[in-house]
């Protein structure tokens, strides 16, 4: 694979670059072989008009024949590609000098070259003179005129364009290439000469010796090109080589290793160029992959820890419904067979070992294939399922299978038996709790039913004796016990009726006698019952209620019961000096708000909770200073939330206690229709 690769990138990119340059080269050679025949031939006509200005120079130097013959004849000897020179006067009509020594002193109108004959007629008779391309044998023949001069003056015969008549022309090239360019010559506008002239001179040029001129200095242009172009394919070929090969190969090396488990193979930099910066990000990458990799691999370790120590059984089933993923306790909560759950088992297989052995319970309507079928449908869908059933060995299985969201599932198994026996445990022991309950409730309310009727003879007799209804007592003791009988008695029945109220709200058969009670009167008439209990603990009480108070709907009786348990408790725990305040209010968003603000004892804010347990009192010692059985604020928050009230008591130790009852804005009436009060302060001082 890496050899295909290598190979391939020369091929590619090597061997096109240096066959490319080897046609650019060529192209280059070629195209400078055909426009460079333009530019030889315009040289060789330059050449001639050279020739004949140096032959018209001799010619004007003297009229000796024999020496022009001689010149002439040096001329063609010394320039192989010179094929004929004919020099004739215009006066004879003779030809006085040329090239072929049968030709001299010989008539024109004799020459044996009838095309030759003719351009030399025109040249003498009419003076056209210029270049001229002969068809048949394909050579370059130019006509100048013989021109008399003063002696020691040169002729030089220019173009009129000062460039020759071939400049800025491209003559193709074709087999007949001089035959071609004579004919772009001659096509060409002719070049003025003055009209005074002896006679003409003609040079004509042969085919052969333009060629080998051409070809000559073109085999060298093109040798040279196409060893400057392979040269320099050979440098770049070698620079490639290294800067560009070299280190893809090196690289490409790097991944063969570490696609067959080297993890520790780098790429080599040797130079930090664009190459090199990849290699650089390739390391790089490489580093970061493994860091990645070893954490992935600490993970990995630690999630199999964690999913094979779960306390729960997990199986993982992918999209087709085959197991991918288990731990080792949902064989164990499962009771499966250690040679059933393995990799790659269908979901449908774990279904139908769990109808045949009954897991699911019996349907008498449904057979064991139509089971399976209605379960793994369920499946399919991707509905999730919350089940409990019976395990292996009297166990209690909790079931959750949840869809994921590639279509697979997860199912979930744990052994809830120990919490369903506690469960049992708590329900069985709430049940006889509310039946203790309860029989506590009716054997309270039973009891002080039953107390209530002697009570009541016990107060009723000693009230008698006390009274001296029927006489007087003997003895002045007696008349001191029965008051005794008939305190005792009377606390005792109030002690009885509380526990009664108590017992009737907790059991649920308290009723309430709603009305529309003037709170003004309850208030005033539970302070005068508490007036003679305040006075003789000189604690003052003081009534602070605003004149336009409405009604309130509510059981006046256990309204007062409220009242007087609340005024109580703030006589008792108020020592002497101290007071004791009721306030009242009523507002559309807060409801009908009533307060007693004592400034008794307090107490702490983590002994309130306790303060409104039945039975329970804050001081629990024996020799306790303040009496009480503790029923007195449990009894009252029952009645307030009997009436959908809420009771709050704020304490400080030293500052004293403020109770308030809040009755919602429901029960809050109209104003009170009777003669306008104004806001008193009620006091007991």
């Known amino acids: 694979m890496a050899r295909t690769a290598s190979h391939s990138l020369h091929a590619r990119f090597l061997l096109p670059l240096l066959v490319g340059g080897i046609i650019a080269a060529a192209a280059g050679a070629w195209v400078t072989y055909t426009t460079t025949i333009g530019h030889f031939t315009d040289q060789l006509l330059q050449r001639a008009m050279q020739l004949a200005s140096a032959l018209n120079h001799s010619t004007i130097l003297g009229d000796d024949g024999t020496r022009i013959q001689h010149v002439v004849r040096e001329i063609a000897g010394d320039m192989p590609e010179v094929q004929l020179i004919v020099i004739a006067t215009r006066d004879s009509r003779k030809v006085i000098a040329s090239s072929v020594s049968g030709w001299n002193n010989r008539p024109i109108d004799q020459l044996p070259n009838s095309h030759l004959r003719q351009e030399m007629v025109d040249a ?288 979930t198994l744990a052994d809830i038996t120990d919490r369903k026996r506690a469960e049992g445990q708590m329900l069985k022991a709430k049940e006889e709790a509310e039946l203790a309950d309860r029989a506590k409730t009716d054997f309270l309310a039973n009891m002080s039913h039953e107390l209530r009727t002697p009570l009541n003879a016990v107060i009723g007799f000693s009230e008698v004796i006390k009274e001296g209804m029927f006489g007087p007592v003997g003895n002045a003791k007696y008349i001191e016990y029965a008051n005794g009988i008939h305190e005792s008695g009377t606390h005792l029945l109030a002690l009885i009726n509380d526990i009664l109220d108590l017992s009737k709200v907790e059991a649920g058969k308290a009723d309430l006698d709603e009305e529309a009670v003037d709170v003004h009167k309850v208030i005033r008439s539970c302070m005068t019952l508490l007036s003679e209990r305040a006075e003789s603990g000189a604690v003052k009480l003081i009534a602070d209620v605003p004149a336009a108070l409405p009604t309130l709907l509510a059981d006046e009786r256990k309204l007062k019961q409220i009242l007087v348990n609340l005024l109580s408790n703030a006589v008792k725990f108020t020592d002497p000096g101290g007071t004791v305040t009721v306030k009242s209010w009523a507002r559309p968003e807060s409801g009908f708000i009533i307060q007693v603000i004592d400034s008794g004892i307090g107490m702490a804010l983590d002994d309130i909770p306790k303060a409104l347990e039945p039975f329970t009192q804050v001081d629990s010692k024996l020799d306790r200073k303040y009496e009480g059985t503790g029923l007195g604020l449990p009894l009252t928050k029952s009645l307030i939330e009997l009436h959908s009230g809420s009771f709050d008591l704020q304490s400080k130790i030293g500052i004293g206690t403020t109770a308030t009852v809040r009755f919602p804005a429901e029960r809050v009436g109209a104003a009170v229709a009777e003669m306008p009060r104004p806001a008193e302060t009620l006091s007991t001082a």
Do not use: C
Request: aromatic share 6%; proline share 6%.
């Open 124 to 411: 003498l008779e009419h003076g056209r003179f210029g270049p001229h391309i002969d068809e048949d044998s394909h050579s370059l023949s130019y006509i100048a005129p013989l021109q008399p001069l003063s002696p020691g003056r040169g002729v030089h015969l220019r173009p009129a364009n000062g460039f020759g008549p071939m400049s800025g022309r491209t003559i193709g090239w074709s087999g007949d290439a001089v035959a071609g360019a004579a004919a772009a010559v001659m096509r060409s506008p002719q070049m003025p000469f003055p009209r005074r002239y002896r006679g003409a001179i003609l040079i004509q040029l042969s085919q052969r010796g333009m060629e080998q001129a051409v070809a000559s200095i073109l085999g060298r242009l093109f040798t040279a090109v196409l060893g400057g172009v392979m040269i320099t394919m050979m440098i770049a070929y070698l620079l490639l080589n290294r800067q560009v090969i070299t280190p893809l190969n090196a690289l490409r090396l790097a991944m063969d290793r570490q696609s067959s488990g080297d993890a520790s193979a780098r790429a080599p930099v040797r130079i930090y160029d664009e190459i090199g910066d990849v290699a650089v990000r390739f390391n790089s990458m490489l580093d970061t992959l493994g860091d990645r990799e070893s954490a992935l691999t600490e993970n990995s370790a630690l999630l199999e820890t964690t999913f094979e120590n779960m306390s729960q059984g997990i199986a993982v089933h992918d999209s087709d419904l085959k197991l991918v993923a288990f731990n080792r306790r949902y064989i164990e909560i499962g009771g499966y067979p250690p040679n059933l759950i393995r990799l790659g088992l269908p979901y449908e297989d774990i279904i139908r070992f769990n109808t045949e052995r009954g897991a699911y319970g019996h349907d008498d309507d449904l057979g064991v294939e139509q089971q399976i079928n209605r379960r793994m449908m369920s499946a399919r869908r991707g509905e999730a399922l919350r089940d409990e059933r019976g395990g292996p060995n009297g166990t209690i299985l909790s079931i959750r299978r949840d869809p994921l969201p590639d279509g697979g599932l997860v199912v």
